[in-house]
């Protein structure tokens, strides 16, 4: 199993302005990931973070708007820019450990965004 | 990419078994199945994760027909602490097919 955690659990920003969210999980991980899940709605992958290089973004979604760091294999971060109310949503870091031809894949516990 | 579809909502009483199916008809030869769980303001939880056949656990069992294209997540005599919403996921070999759909909330009345 995977331990996530994730700073800020919660904040509240004004329109323009950014949020770094941290993600630290308890072991070495290859396949991380960042979502977002908007109130009442299903999680939407935002990108795959990858560990030396860029991330990889989902249609939609684009480094300008989510730069994303990876610079080891238990920490990543997601940054959130010129932030505007319809980016207030729950922000979660999550992992895939594979075993054989399975996988499980585990979240942290979200960060919370306002955006005022 | 493999789409799923479940219901939007589903009511059942304490106590009762609940069975909640899951379509996937474009399900790729060496995709899992996996449930998920999710309370409010928390994390999707891993529940249970099955390829053919039947899986069970402490917690659930998972049926997947012959076919692979629909499972059904069995939760035995839930209980009230069993209001969540459900995802199922079958997604493909890639990161990229890491997608949820959009899940089935289960509400245990008393």
């Known amino acids: 199993s995977a331990v996530i955690s994730q700073k800020p659990s919660r904040d509240i920003c004004q329109r323009g302005t950014s949020l770094t969210i941290q993600c630290q999980v308890d072991?070495?991980?290859?396949?991380m990931f960042w979502y977002r899940q908007q109130p009442g709605q299903s999680l939407t992958l935002i990108a795959t973070?990858?560990?030396?290089?860029?991330?990889?973004?989902e249609s939609g979604f684009v480094i300008d708007k989510f730069p994303i760091s990876r610079p080891n294999l238990t920490f990543s971060t997601l940054t959130v820019s010129n932030m505007s109310p319809e980016d207030s949503s729950i922000y979660l870091c999550?992992?895939?450990?594979?075993?054989?031809?399975?996988?499980?894949?585990?979240f942290g516990p979200g960060t919370r965004l306002t955006v005022t | 990419l493999a789409k799923t579809t479940q219901p939007i909502s589903m009511d059942s009483y304490e106590g009762q078994e609940v069975n909640i199916t899951c379509s996937h008809n474009?399900?790729?030869?060496?995709?899992?199945i996996t449930w998920y769980q999710q309370f409010p303001s928390q994390g999707p939880r891993f529940i249970i994760q099955?390829?053919?056949t039947k899986v069970t656990n402490e917690v659930a069992s998972l049926f997947i027909p012959a076919d692979r294209k629909s499972s059904t997540l069995s939760l035995p005599r839930v209980s009230l602490s069993d209001t969540a919403v459900y995802y199922c996921?079958?997604?493909?070999?890639?990161?990229?097919?890491?997608?949820f759909g959009s899940g089935t909330q289960l509400t245990v009345l008393p």
């Open positions: 999550s992992v895939v450990l594979l075993s054989g031809g399975s996988y499980e894949q585990y």
């Open positions: 072991s070495q991980v290859t396949m």
């Open positions: 973070a990858n560990q030396g290089s860029e991330a990889t973004y």
């Open positions: 474009n399900i790729a030869t060496n995709d899992y």
């Open positions: 099955g390829y053919k």
């Open positions: 996921l079958a997604p493909l070999g890639s990161a990229r097919q890491l997608t």
